[in-house]
């Protein structure tokens, strides 16, 4: 996600290394760079232009602390810019109907309904809401079916009609049976087509001035670029909706879509799609996307996901484990089956500062726990458990079991025994005070 745009604005900020103070002559070529990075990106020659004019104005006769140097103050002007292009602030889904009725709009194929069952999902475990997803494409049998699959894979209610071809009368029953149900949330997915047309736009208007929703949310593909603001613009005059959710981030998007969209239909963006998965999306925070855009990471947002699946109890259970020396393999597979429900690899380890663009071209295999998983359910219970007894008969047979080599399982094994005693180091507040004394005389690290 907004790779090569990362790239070049990083770039850019070189031209202004070794430089002792931000002038209009040395701060002219940077600004031309980011704005061609821009325009490279898919990013509207207008909002790009006077995005980078407020940039260079900003930039122009700062005074450089000594502590930082043209560069660093640069990429902090420009971070402070690209969060205010992207809208400042995050802007949170309205919830206060009874019940709220959510109007899902957009093209087809911009991933309409799978965000309805994501956004769904997101509001049943996150808000304690309970929701109703409700099929008014009454031109795709292919769109009610997918809407009642996720429906069931999440566990919420899905009202349709397939007799009926009215999509005002759908909505209109489903809003009444969600009254009577208990339903407080109700998230209406409506046809799409392949282009705007008449039909489509005067179909959507008809819904919402039937049922007069809380929130009317437009879809939009974000690979789409430049296309996908135009389309805004044109739902937008028709439906003045409230909020913006750009799909499909974890592609391979310019970033265009992102950053020109506010500017142009002046609605903020509320969530990004960032995979297939149900959980796969989050609340758009425009700094932190800053961030992720100049290089920084999203540090924020990889603590919010691990919060999400810290237990306290479960966590007081482990810590005297590892103070009894007992952490088990059980204890091991546990802690990455809540890595994996964090989501991608590949983008947690992006949050973190530095090491996304360390990642550039590197492939990280989502699979890459099978292997580890699949020699730990080889083992016994006995074996998890006393990992001690793992004798070389007994790694034999688990490598055949798992389907991976000897060398595989003594390794995986290895490395579990030095996390056994870091950990049990780490728990020893005595051992850890020595280790810290040990460090104090290692070559330069007294000064620190």
């Given at each position: 996600?907004?790779?090569?745009?990362?790239?070049?604005?990083?770039?850019?900020?070189?031209?202004?290394?070794?430089?002792?103070?931000?002038?209009?002559?040395?701060?002219?070529?940077?600004?031309?760079?980011?704005?061609?990075?821009?325009?490279?990106?898919?990013v509207n020659y207008k909002v790009a232009k006077q995005f980078t004019d407020t940039v260079k104005e900003k930039a122009i006769g700062q005074?450089?602390?000594?502590?930082?140097?043209?560069?660093?103050?640069?990429?902090?002007?420009?971070?402070?810019?690209?969060?205010?292009?992207?809208?400042?602030?995050?802007?949170?889904?309205?919830?206060?109907?009874?019940?709220?009725?959510?109007?899902?709009?957009?093209?087809?194929?911009?991933?309409?309904?799978?965000?309805?069952?994501?956004?769904?999902?997101?509001?049943?475990?996150?808000?304690?809401?309970?929701?109703?997803?409700?099929?008014?494409?009454?031109?795709?049998?292919?769109?009610?079916?997918?809407?009642?699959?996720?429906?069931?894979?999440?566990?919420?209610?899905?009202?349709?009609?397939?007799?009926?071809?009215?999509?005002?009368?759908?909505?209109?029953?489903?809003?009444?049976?969600?009254?009577?149900?208990?339903?407080?949330?109700?998230?209406?997915?409506?046809?799409?087509?392949?282009?705007?047309?008449?039909?489509?736009?005067?179909?959507?208007?008809?819904?919402?001035?039937?049922?007069?929703?809380?929130?009317?949310?437009?879809?939009?593909?974000?690979?789409?670029?430049?296309?996908?603001?135009?389309?805004?613009?044109?739902?937008?005059?028709?439906?003045?909706?409230?909020?913006?959710?750009?799909?499909?981030?974890?592609?391979?998007?310019?970033?265009?879509?992102?950053l020109s969209i506010k500017s142009i239909v002046n609605k903020p963006i509320k969530f990004i799609g960032t995979g297939e998965k149900m959980?796969?999306?989050?609340?758009?925070?425009?700094?932190?996307?800053?961030?992720?855009?100049?290089?920084?990471?999203?540090?924020?947002?990889?603590?919010?996901?691990?919060?999400?699946?810290?237990?306290?109890?479960?966590?007081?259970?482990?810590?005297?484990?590892?103070?009894?020396?007992?952490?088990s393999f059980n204890d091991f597979l546990a802690q990455l089956q809540q890595i994996k429900k964090m989501g991608n690899v590949k983008d947690?380890?992006?949050?973190?500062?530095?090491?996304?663009?360390?990642?550039?071209?590197?492939?990280?295999?989502?699979?890459?726990?099978?292997?580890?998983?699949?020699?730990?359910?080889?083992?016994?219970?006995?074996?998890?458990?006393?990992?001690?007894?793992?004798?070389?008969?007994?790694?034999?047979?688990?490598?055949?079991?798992?389907?991976?080599?000897?060398?595989?399982?003594?390794?995986?094994?290895?490395?579990?025994?030095?996390?056994?005693?870091?950990?049990?180091?780490?728990?020893?507040?005595?051992?850890?005070?020595?280790?810290?004394?040990?460090?104090?005389?290692?070559?330069?690290?007294?000064?620190?």
């Open positions: 996600m907004f790779d090569n745009l990362s790239d070049k604005l990083e770039r850019a900020f070189k031209l202004l290394k070794g430089q002792g103070k931000i002038t209009e002559v040395n701060v002219s070529d940077t600004v031309k760079e980011i704005r061609k990075a821009l325009l490279d990106a898919d005074n450089v602390l000594s502590s930082i140097s043209p560069g660093q103050l640069m990429i902090k002007i420009t971070q402070e810019e690209l969060t205010n292009l992207m809208g400042g602030v995050t802007e949170e889904i309205k919830l206060g109907g009874n019940p709220t009725v959510i109007l899902m709009s957009g093209l087809q194929g911009s991933g309409k309904t799978t965000f309805s069952g994501k956004l769904a999902n997101h509001l049943k475990n996150k808000r304690g809401k309970k929701p109703l997803l409700v099929a008014c494409d009454i031109y795709r049998p292919a769109a009610i079916d997918q809407l009642h699959v996720l429906g069931e894979q999440i566990g919420v209610d899905v009202f349709s009609d397939r007799e009926n071809k009215d999509a005002v009368s759908i909505a209109q029953k489903a809003i009444k049976q969600a009254k009577e149900n208990g339903n407080s949330v109700v998230i209406i997915d409506t046809a799409g087509r392949l282009a705007i047309d008449e039909q489509m736009m005067n179909e959507i208007a008809a819904v919402k001035q039937a049922v007069n929703p809380d929130e009317i949310l437009f879809v939009v593909d974000s690979m789409t670029g430049q296309d996908a603001v135009n389309t805004a613009k044109a739902f937008n005059d028709r439906l003045d909706f409230s909020g913006v959710v750009l799909t499909k981030l974890d592609g391979d998007t310019r970033g265009g879509a992102a959980d796969a999306m989050d609340v758009f925070h425009p700094n932190r996307m800053a961030d992720r855009i100049l290089g920084m990471g999203d540090v924020i947002t990889l603590v919010e996901r691990a919060q999400e699946q810290y237990n306290e109890e479960e966590a007081r259970k482990l810590q005297k484990k590892i103070a009894k020396n007992q952490f947690l380890m992006g949050m973190i500062p530095g090491v996304g663009k360390a990642l550039k071209g590197v492939d990280v295999d989502e699979n890459a726990f099978k292997g580890i998983e699949a020699i730990i359910y080889s083992m016994t219970p006995q074996e998890r458990e006393t990992p001690e007894i793992l004798n070389g008969k007994r790694r034999e047979r688990i490598a055949k079991g798992s389907g991976t080599s000897i060398q595989e399982v003594n390794k995986l094994i290895k490395q579990f025994e030095d996390t056994r005693k870091m950990m049990r180091m780490m728990g020893d507040k005595k051992q850890m005070a020595k280790m810290m004394s040990q460090m104090k005389n290692m070559p330069g690290m007294g000064r620190m």
